[in-house]
C-alpha cells in the first residue's frame, strides 16, 4: 500500500518570513530542488500556476497546478493546499505553518499517482529526500543567511549544506499528517 509523504523542519525565524519564501514563486523555486522554475498565471482564483523541472539536458517534468492558502486561521496557524499534474504523475498537497515560542514549525504532507506504478519505486524515495534536503536548505537560508546555490555541486556534501536527515518524515502526533479542509476545495 502507498503512503504519503510528509516531512516537517523547524526554522528559527517569524512566521512573515517562512510564508514570503515558500509562497513568492521567484523565492520558491531558488530553495526547492524539486523545481527549476514555478510560474503563477496571472488573474486567476484560486491561483493557478506552471512548474517545470529539468532532470536532466533535454528532459524536463513540465506540469501545472492551482494553490490556496489560508493566511490567517484562529489558532495562529497558516496553511497552503495544491492540486498538481503532469505527465508523469498526479497528485495533492498542503503546507502548514506552525508558530512556536522559538520560530515555525514548517511541514508538508502530499501524495500523488505516477503515470507509471512501477517508477514510483525508485520515485517516492527520491521526492521524500528531495523534499526533506529541500527543506533544510530553506532553513539554512533563513537561519543563517545562506542563499541556495544553483550548481551541481550543491548537492555535494559540505559543512553548513543541506541535509535531509534533520528533518521529521513521520507526523510527530495524529493532527500533524492530516489534510486541511482548505484542499477539499480546490
Same mark, same amino acid.
Given at each position: 500500500m502507498? @503512503?504519503?509523504?510528509?516531512?516537517? %523542519?523547524?526554522i528559527?525565524?517569524?512566521? =512573515?518570513?517562512?510564508?514570503?519564501?515558500?509562497?513568492?514563486?521567484?523565492?520558491?523555486q531558488?530553495?526547492?530542488?524539486?523545481?527549476?522554475?514555478?510560474?503563477?498565471?496571472?488573474?486567476?482564483?484560486?491561483?493557478?500556476?506552471?512548474?517545470?523541472t529539468?532532470?536532466?539536458?533535454?528532459?524536463?517534468?513540465?506540469?501545472e497546478? %492551482?494553490t490556496?492558502?489560508?493566511?490567517? @486561521?484562529?489558532?495562529?496557524?497558516r496553511?497552503?493546499?495544491?492540486?498538481?499534474?503532469?505527465?508523469?504523475?498526479?497528485?495533492?498537497?498542503?503546507w502548514?505553518? %506552525? /508558530?512556536? /515560542?522559538?520560530?515555525?514549525?514548517?511541514?508538508?504532507?502530499? =501524495?500523488?499517482?505516477?503515470r507509471?506504478?512501477?517508477?514510483?519505486?525508485?520515485?517516492?524515495?527520491l521526492?521524500g529526500?528531495?523534499?526533506?534536503?529541500s527543506?533544510?536548505?530553506?532553513?539554512?537560508?533563513?537561519? =543563517?543567511?545562506?542563499?541556495?546555490?544553483r550548481?551541481?555541486?550543491?548537492?555535494?556534501?559540505?559543512?553548513g549544506? /543541506?541535509?535531509?536527515?534533520r528533518?521529521?518524515? %513521520?507526523?510527530?502526533d495524529?493532527?500533524?499528517?492530516?489534510?486541511?479542509?482548505?484542499?477539499?476545495a480546490?
Amino acid at each position: 500500500m502507498r @503512503r504519503g509523504l510528509y516531512i516537517e %523542519v523547524h526554522i528559527r525565524a517569524d512566521l =512573515d518570513t517562512v510564508w514570503r519564501f515558500t509562497q513568492d514563486p521567484a523565492l520558491h523555486q531558488r530553495w526547492d530542488a524539486r523545481f527549476t522554475t514555478i510560474e503563477y498565471l496571472p488573474g486567476t482564483s484560486p491561483q493557478r500556476f506552471r512548474y517545470a523541472t529539468r532532470l536532466a539536458p533535454g528532459l524536463t517534468v513540465a506540469g501545472e497546478g %492551482v494553490t490556496a492558502g489560508e493566511h490567517t @486561521r484562529p489558532d495562529g496557524t497558516r496553511t497552503s493546499a495544491l492540486r498538481f499534474h503532469s505527465w508523469l504523475m498526479t497528485g495533492s498537497g498542503y503546507w502548514r505553518y %506552525v /508558530p512556536t /515560542p522559538t520560530g515555525v514549525r514548517f511541514l508538508t504532507g502530499y =501524495d500523488y499517482t505516477p503515470r507509471w506504478p512501477l517508477l514510483d519505486l525508485l520515485m517516492r524515495p527520491l521526492m521524500g529526500w528531495a523534499t526533506a534536503w529541500s527543506f533544510d536548505r530553506l532553513r539554512i537560508w533563513l537561519e =543563517d543567511g545562506v542563499p541556495p546555490r544553483r550548481s551541481p555541486l550543491r548537492l555535494l556534501p559540505h559543512w553548513g549544506a /543541506p541535509s535531509a536527515r534533520r528533518c521529521l518524515r %513521520v507526523p510527530p502526533d495524529r493532527t500533524a499528517g492530516r489534510a486541511p479542509s482548505l484542499l477539499e476545495a480546490l
